[in-house]
């Protein structure tokens, strides 16, 4: 095999698996790690995989690499709207209820099933406190549910406000529950996302509701990305489309978070 099959096959492997270490490969394709070091090297300099300690990852892998709204809104549609459902379960009664909604593409399905919402009882309401605009004009229309948009200044790439003014509002409040999304959810580094901004106001969430649950489809299970918001020990229920891998099942359960599988 010339050595630019052998670096395709290697960037092809990476892509696919997400990870790969080089004994793996030094063992599938019959060389040398040092040739497979070499090879990676190579790969790496002209941004087919990122190199880490023992092997290489899949450049959608990087920290920082972060799809935009649109992007994501054509992603996993099926999972998100069956979580969306699941979670819609979650949604507190009573004649004062409120929950905070984070911005992103399943959060933004609940918004879509929370624009119907009608009280069950005389004097039923409901809250919700978001800090996503496309959640804030799927939900302005509604005659029965409160909206309060929170301030802030706009990110671009997810319609999020985010900044100081955002993380001061959240630590007013104290709402019922929160739903937030995240971006990667590891058993030991836990709930995380690229953009210390976005983080901050997540963590700001967690902080401000009685109940966390994570809205969280399975291709983020068992990622991370830059900054961590939030541990195991401070969401409630996870959300998802499939059971979490043994190692993070395990950590949930340690931690005592109730997972829904939709």
């Known amino acids: 095999m010339f050595a630019h099959e052998r670096q395709d096959r290697i ?62 809104r054509t992603q996993r549609l099926d999972e998100k709207n069956r979580i969306a459902d699941a979670a819609l379960a979650l949604v507190p009664a009573g004649r004062a209820a409120s ?47 409160q909206l309060d948009l929170l301030g802030g200044r706009v990110r671009g790439l997810t319609s999020a406000l985010v900044g100081p003014t955002t993380t001061r509002q ?15 959810l590891t058993a030991d580094f836990g709930l995380s996302t690229p953009d210390s901004a976005e983080a901050a106001v997540k963590a700001a969430m967690v902080r401000s509701a009685r109940r966390v649950v994570a809205l969280v489809d399975s291709s983020k ?27 993070l099942a395990r950590a949930l359960a340690e931690a005592e978070v109730e997972v829904v599988v939709a």
Do not use: C, K, Y
């Open 170 to 184: 959240l630590d007013a409040l104290r709402a019922d529950v929160a739903f937030v999304g995240a971006n990667g």
């Open 11 to 72: 960037a092809d492997v990476v892509a696919d698996r997400g990870r790969v270490t080089v004994a793996e490969l030094a063992a599938e394709l019959d060389v040398t790690p040092e040739t497979v070091r070499r090879d990676l090297d190579t790969l790496e300099g002209v941004r087919r995989l990122r190199r880490v300690h023992g092997g290489a990852v899949a450049m959608h892998r990087v920290s920082l690499s972060e799809p935009s709204l649109l992007e994501r």
């Open 99 to 145: 929950v905070i909604l984070d911005a992103g593409t399943t959060t933004e399905r609940l918004a879509d099933r929370l624009a119907t919402w009608r009280a069950e009882r005389v004097g039923d309401e409901l809250l919700v406190i978001t800090n996503a605009l496309p959640i804030a004009s799927v939900l302005a229309a509604s005659v029965e549910i």
């Open 221 to 247: 299970l068992g990622e991370d990305t830059l900054v961590r918001f939030a541990t195991l020990d401070q969401i409630d229920a996870l959300v998802t489309d499939d059971s979490p891998p043994p190692d």
